[in-house]
């Protein structure tokens, strides 16, 4: 019997030795990640102008105009003063795609809206 109470006394201090020096190890690396997590403010640098560029598209006049009809209708309806945050991306066609696929897109959409 007292060996039995032996091992479960070793045992109980061992896993509370080994617990305290998890802890004390997990807070010394929390203090070293802290101080060489912090980083001097560094000053934001004004932005330079961007030259406008012509390019060429393979896309319609007519297409390109009803783009832009609907980007300034979009900046008129939400009061947007400057349309300097809207990034304009080209039109991706997908593949066509099963009624299943499109009706689950379908079902997608409406919930968010």
């Not at 010394?28 to 403010?41: N, Q, T, Y």
């Amino acid at each position: 019997m007292s060996d039995s109470l032996l091992q479960t006394l070793i045992g109980f201090v061992v896993v509370n030795i080994g617990m305290i020096l998890l802890t004390g190890i997990i807070m010394l690396f929390s203090k070293v990640m802290a101080k060489s997590g912090k980083k001097e403010i560094q000053a934001i640098e004004e932005e330079k102008p961007v030259e406008h560029v012509l390019t060429v598209s393979n896309q319609s006049e007519e297409v390109i105009a009803a783009i832009m009809a609907c980007v300034q209708a979009y900046i008129q309806q939400n009061g947007i003063k400057s349309a300097c945050n809207i990034v304009i991306r080209p039109a991706v066609r997908t593949s066509v795609s099963a009624a299943w696929s499109n009706a689950g897109r379908m079902e997608n959409v409406s919930r968010r809206v």
